[in-house]
C-alpha cells in the first residue's frame, strides 16, 4: 500500500485497491487535505495518528439538476419555518457533524485534526456550509469542500426533522446559481439516493474535476 511522504503529492486515484484506499499516512495540512479533493480523494479514518485517503468505485454523486424533492418538503418549504444562512457558523456545523450518531458507527470520522483543517481550509475560502436554523438555534446543516464545479459534501447533521434535508436543497440552488455540475457525496447512503444521488463510475467523475 503507497505510503504518503512529506511531499504534498499522491498516486493517481485509480491506483486505489478494491476497498478505494489509494494511500495510507501523511500529515493534515490544509493544502495536502485540499490537493487531495483536487484529485479525487478524501480522507476517511477515526484516528489522527492513522490516516486513509480513499477514491472509491463507483463514486456517489448528486447532480444538481437531478434533485428530487418530495411534495410534503415542497409543502415545507413553502410555510418557511427555517432560516438558511451560509457560511456564518462554519465550525459549529462542522462539531455538530461529528456528534451526530450514525448506523454502525461507534465514533466519529471528523477527528479534531480534521476539523482543524476544514477551519482553515475555511478561512482560506475553499471550505463552506449551510446553516439551518429555527427560533434562533442551529437546527442543521452542512459542510464541504469547494473544488468548482464540484462541490465535496462531507456530513450534514439534523437536530429536527427535515434540517439536513432543506440545507441540502438551498445549497443545491446556490450551487446552480454559479453553474456548478455536481456535489461529491463519496459514499452511498439511502438518505442522498432518496434525494436523486446516484453511483457513477471513478473514471466519470474524475472527468468532471479536470475540466
Given at each position: 500500500?503507497f505510503e504518503?511522504?512529506?511531499?504534498?503529492e499522491?498516486p493517481s486515484?485509480?491506483?486505489?485497491d478494491?476497498?478505494?484506499?489509494?494511500a495510507?499516512?501523511?500529515?493534515?495540512?490544509?493544502?495536502r487535505?485540499?490537493l487531495?479533493?483536487?484529485?479525487?480523494?478524501f480522507p476517511?479514518?477515526?484516528?489522527?495518528?492513522?490516516?486513509?485517503?480513499?477514491?472509491?468505485d463507483p463514486?456517489?454523486?448528486?447532480?444538481?439538476?437531478?434533485?428530487?424533492?418530495?411534495k410534503?418538503m415542497?409543502?415545507?418549504?413553502?410555510?418557511n419555518?427555517?432560516?438558511?444562512t451560509f457560511n456564518?457558523?462554519f465550525?459549529?456545523?462542522?462539531?455538530s457533524?461529528?456528534?451526530?450518531?450514525?448506523f454502525?458507527?461507534?465514533?466519529t470520522?471528523?477527528?479534531p485534526?480534521?476539523?482543524?483543517?476544514?477551519?482553515?481550509?475555511?478561512?482560506?475560502g475553499d471550505?463552506?456550509?449551510?446553516e439551518?436554523?429555527?427560533?434562533?438555534?442551529?437546527?442543521?446543516?452542512?459542510?464541504?469542500?469547494?473544488v468548482?464545479?464540484?462541490?465535496?459534501?462531507?456530513?450534514?447533521f439534523?437536530?429536527?426533522s427535515n434540517a439536513?434535508k432543506v440545507a441540502?436543497i438551498?445549497?443545491?440552488?446556490?450551487?446552480k446559481?454559479q453553474?456548478?455540475?455536481?456535489?461529491?457525496?463519496?459514499?452511498?447512503?439511502?438518505?442522498?439516493?432518496?434525494?436523486?444521488?446516484e453511483?457513477?463510475?471513478?473514471?466519470k467523475?474524475?472527468?468532471?474535476?479536470?475540466n
Open positions: 500500500m504518503l511522504s512529506e511531499r504534498f499522491f486515484p485509480n491506483s486505489a478494491s476497498q478505494g484506499i489509494v495510507v499516512g501523511g500529515d493534515l495540512n490544509p493544502k487535505v485540499l487531495a479533493y483536487q484529485q479525487g480523494i476517511w479514518f477515526e484516528q489522527d495518528d492513522f490516516l486513509i485517503w480513499w477514491s472509491p463514486r456517489m454523486v448528486l447532480y444538481l439538476e437531478n434533485l428530487k424533492i418530495s410534503s415542497r409543502q415545507l418549504l413553502r410555510k419555518p427555517f432560516e438558511v456564518k457558523a465550525s459549529e456545523v462542522v462539531k457533524c461529528a456528534k451526530v450518531k450514525r454502525g458507527q461507534t465514533g470520522w471528523i477527528t485534526g480534521l476539523m482543524n483543517a476544514y477551519q482553515e481550509l475555511h478561512e482560506q471550505a463552506f456550509s449551510v439551518v436554523w429555527q427560533h434562533g438555534n442551529l437546527v442543521g446543516g452542512l459542510y464541504g469542500i469547494d468548482d464545479p464540484v462541490f465535496c459534501g462531507e456530513s450534514m439534523s437536530k429536527v439536513s441540502l438551498y445549497l443545491v440552488r446556490e450551487l446559481k453553474h456548478y455540475k455536481l456535489i461529491d457525496c463519496q459514499v452511498p447512503t439511502a438518505h442522498l439516493a432518496s434525494m436523486g444521488a453511483a457513477i463510475s471513478r473514471e467523475f474524475l472527468s468532471y474535476l479536470n
